[in-house]
Each structure stands twice: as structure tokens, then as C-alpha cells.
């Protein structure tokens, strides 16, 4: 009995081991490459389709599919209408296992083990080393299924496995509801599926009793992955509940379905099934049409669907900031618009940056809130993957210098992002003290000045003069510098306090850091479009 239930107890093991190692290695390769390869690849829905069955075959779990997709998402690589289309591909690829299962295939994935164990250890396989770990992923999932298979057979003689069991087949119910629930606690559909095949092959479990599980496995699929996407907002969580909604979908048309059947006799979705004499592979069959249902249920209204869960999980004004307004793929092949469009692009980008002071200086009745830099950081990502694609564009040496001097600026902004990040939290710590209240005040309101002053300055669109004056404000012995200064040294009895002293020094530091980066910006505008130096005016 001990080593039945270790065969068992390896074989989720083993099982959850590979699912790990396989979506582990996947992820180590999405270089900017991949991720490039990846948005041609779900160009088009039946495009999508197939590399999203072909992910649900590897991977072996639609909701794993689901939030790799929700994270090529987040990363700007694809968008919702081209993430559905994979999403269901993945439900369809998942099945494959279950068609596994049914067949002999011991020795093909021992040999598997080993060859690809082998080539893990061989240095001169470096390079494929994450490829080789996914393919040793892949044959411990089914070196697990199998153990689990040799497991479970004879755990179904014991009186008290039997009882437990035994008690679900006369309630159909009761199965879909603990078919769910085991889904749930164990996070795998295709796991409780394959021992519901392994207990109706020991004759536990009546062919009606596993279809049923395996109807209630997805609807506890679709539990797990609206539990591990409470968090999400906006378009990540519409593709999410797309999932849930596919597995929706297709109970919502086999359960009533089966129920009218088993109580009517009336042939129906079971009846399709009765000419295969295999009974793994029925069920094998009955999990695909399950599936393949709901998929074209979802695909033949793309549009009304996408429309809901806009409506419903509407897009957050962080996701339309972040969203490129300006650059594109479209304008590669021009650099003269390349350039212009990623400058008015990183344009945009500043104003975001600045508007994160505003809640600084402007207190609503909710009180004081907290700035968020994911918008900008995202959107300056996506940025940096647009001029990197430029760069490998064959340029004019004009073009090279502006490209260079827009590399500069995104540099710039890059860090400018984080520091004003800092500046923001040290500036609500000065404004918390009585005694730094005054300074923390001032810097707030001097840079939130600063920042939108030399917005339009910076602009593709502001003249030589608007440019040249935002030089001069940002200037080391500037206004804006010096006043600053100032008003620390004015200000004896706080820093005096050690600790304190120590902020008031950090968030100048940080002003001082800031002004410094807005005005090498300032002047790599002003070198960028021609404007004469100081001697020359």
C-alpha cells in the first residue's frame, strides 16, 4: 500500500516538477527577438490559433497559456484582439494529453529522459540549455502521468478508496462538484482528468461519471484563474476572464446537455461517442468536443465578445497612457519619420513624468495620493524596443546623429522617471515633519514649476528661444538651483536634527539631480535641431 501511494505521491511530482521546468525555460526565452517573432506569430486569428494549441499542447495547462498571454500583453508585444485567438488555442492544445494517456508510450519518453538528460550535462549545449530543460520538462510530466497511472489502479481495490469513490457515481452532481474542487486545490484540469480515466479504467468510475468530472474539471479551471486574476485591471484582466468564460461557455452547453441525456435516453452529446470502443479515449474525445465547442462558439463573434469585456473590464487610464500614441512598426522604414515620431513619443513620456508632481501640490478631498510610475516606465520600454528596431535600419550619417542624440534623451528620461520617484516619497517624508514642512513645500512646488515650464520647451515643436530659456533655468547657478539652496541653509534649526538633516539633503539632492537631467535634455534638444550656442547669438 506504501508504495502505491508513492507512485501516486511521485507522480503529481514529477507531473507539477515538468509543468515547472517547462513554463520556467519557456519564459527565460523571451529575449526582445522572441518577443518580435512572437507578434508576427499572432498576426492573424488562425495564426494565433495554432501557436496557441501549440503552447496548450506543450505546456499542458490553458491557464498557464492564459497569463503568458496576459504577459505578452502587459509587455505592449500583442494586443487583446490577437491574445483571444491563443487563448483558445491553448484550451485545444491542452487536450492532447488525454490522447496521450490512452496510448503506450513508456519507453518513448524514458529514452526522452535520458537523451535529453544527456544534453543538459554536455557544456558544448550550453547555448540550447533552456530548450533542453523545457524537453526534460516535458518528459518528466509524462514519466509522472505514468507512475500516477500505475498508482492509481490498484489504489482502487482498497475498500476505502472504492467507498470514497463510489460515493460520487450514483450523484452526478456530487462528481461535478468534487471534480471542481480537486481542480482547484490541485491547479491542474488535466491532472484530475487523467486519474478520473485511471479510476474508470480500474471500473470506479462509469464512463458518464468520468465525462462529468471532466465537464467540472474545467469549471474548476476557470475558478482557478479568476482567483489568480483578482488583481489584474483593464485589458490583462479581459483576457483573463476570457478563459473563465470560455470554460463557461462550453458547461453552460454539455451539462445540460448531458443531464437531458442521462435522464431522458435521448442521444445526444454522449451518443456521438458510442461507436469508439476505447473508453480512455472517449473521454479523450469528449474533453476535445468540449473544448472545440466553446471555441467555435467564441470565434464566430469575436467583435461582440471583445465589445462585452471592454464594456465590463474597461481599460484603466494607466493602460491609455502607457499605450504608444505616436511610434509604430509602420514607420521603420522611414527613419526621417522614425525619429520624429519618437521624439514626440518621449515628448509625451516627459509630460507623463511630470504630471507625477501634480499630486504634490494639488490635494484633493480624498487627501494627498500616491504618484505611480508604471505608466511612464512602460511606455518608455516601449520606446527604447522602437529605437532599438531603428537602430538596425540603415541610417544617413544626419540620421545617426539625431538617433544617437534621441538615445541621449531616452537615457535621460529613463532615469528621470525613477528619480522623480524618489523625489516624491523623500518629499512626503520632509512634508511629515513641522520642521521640514516649509523645504519639502518648496521643492515640491519649484520643480512641479520647473518640469511644466520646460515642457513645451522640450517639445519637437518649441522655437530656439523656448529651448534656449529652459537652458538657463536648469542651469547649475540658475534660479531655480539657488533659491533652493537658500532656503536649507536659511532653514539652522531643522538641520540641526541629524536624521532630518540627513532627508533635507537627500531630497535636494534629488532636486539638484533632476534639474541636472532636465537640462542635459534641454541641451541635447537644443544641439539636435540647430540652435546657435551662446557665442553665436
Known sequence: MIELWALVIAGLGLFFAGMELLSGNLRGLTSRRFQRAVGGWTETPLKGLLWGAM???????????????????????????????????????????????????????????????IGVAIDRLKQWRAVLWALFGIALLFVGLDFLKQGTAPLAETALVRDVLQSTTGSYLLAFVVGAVLTVIVNSSIAIGVLSMSLMASGVFTFETTAMVVYATNFGSSATTYLLSMKLRGEARQLAMYQVGFNIVGCLI?????????????????????????????????????????????????????????????????EDAARPTYIGDFALNDPDLALELAAREQHRAYGIVAGLLDPL???????????????????????????????????????????????????????????????????????????????????????????????????????????????????????????????????????????????????????????????????????TAGDPTEAGR
Request: glycine share 8%; with cysteine; charged share 20%.
Open 55 to 117: 503552447a496548450g499542447a506543450l505546456t499542458q495547462s490553458s491557464a498557464v497559456v492564459t497569463f503568458i498571454v496576459v504577459g505578452l500583453l502587459v509587455a505592449r508585444i500583442i494586443t487583446v484582439a490577437r491574445g483571444l485567438p491563443v487563448i483558445v488555442g491553448g484550451n485545444l492544445g491542452a487536450c492532447g494529453l488525454l490522447f496521450v494517456v490512452s496510448l503506450d508510450v513508456g519507453p518513448a519518453v524514458l529514452l526522452m529522459v535520458g537523451v535529453v538528460g
Open 254 to 318: 454539455f451539462v445540460p446537455l448531458f443531464v437531458v441525456e442521462t435522464a431522458t435516453g435521448l442521444p445526444l452529446s454522449l451518443a456521438l461517442l458510442e461507436g469508439v470502443a476505447d473508453p480512455e479515449l472517449r473521454i479523450a474525445l469528449a474533453y476535445l468536443l468540449f473544448n472545440g465547442s466553446a471555441a467555435v462558439v467564441l470565434l464566430l463573434c469575436p467583435g461582440p465578445t471583445a465589445r462585452l469585456m471592454a464594456r465590463i473590464w474597461p481599460r484603466t487610464a494607466a
Open 361 to 527: 501640490v494639488e490635494e484633493s478631498e480624498q487627501g494627498r495620493t500616491t504618484p505611480d510610475s508604471t505608466a511612464p516606465r512602460e511606455l518608455l520600454a516601449g520606446i527604447a524596443g522602437f529605437l532599438e528596431d531603428l537602430g538596425h535600419q540603415t541610417l544617413t550619417p544626419r540620421q545617426y546623429e539625431h538617433y544617437y542624440g534621441q538615445l541621449d534623451v531616452q537615457g535621460h528620461l529613463e532615469a528621470l522617471t525613477g528619480d522623480v520617484d524618489r523625489f516624491a516619497a523623500t518629499v512626503t517624508e520632509l512634508e511629515s515633519n513641522a520642521h521640514s514642512r516649509t523645504l519639502g513645500r518648496l521643492l515640491a512646488e519649484s520643480l512641479h514649476a520647473v518640469m511644466h515650464s520646460c515642457a513645451e520647451a522640450l517639445s519637437p515643436d518649441g522655437d530656439a528661444d523656448e529651448r534656449a530659456l529652459a537652458v538657463e533655468l536648469t542651469a547649475d547657478r540658475g534660479p531655480t538651483l539657488r533659491s533652493v539652496r537658500e532656503a536649507y541653509v536659511s532653514d539652522r534649526a531643522a538641520a540641526e536634527e541629524a536624521e532630518l538633516a540627513t532627508t533635507m539633503l537627500g531630497g535636494i539632492s534629488l532636486f539638484e539631480r533632476i534639474i541636472w537631467r532636465l537640462n542635459a535634455i534641454a541641451q541635447r534638444r537644443s544641439e
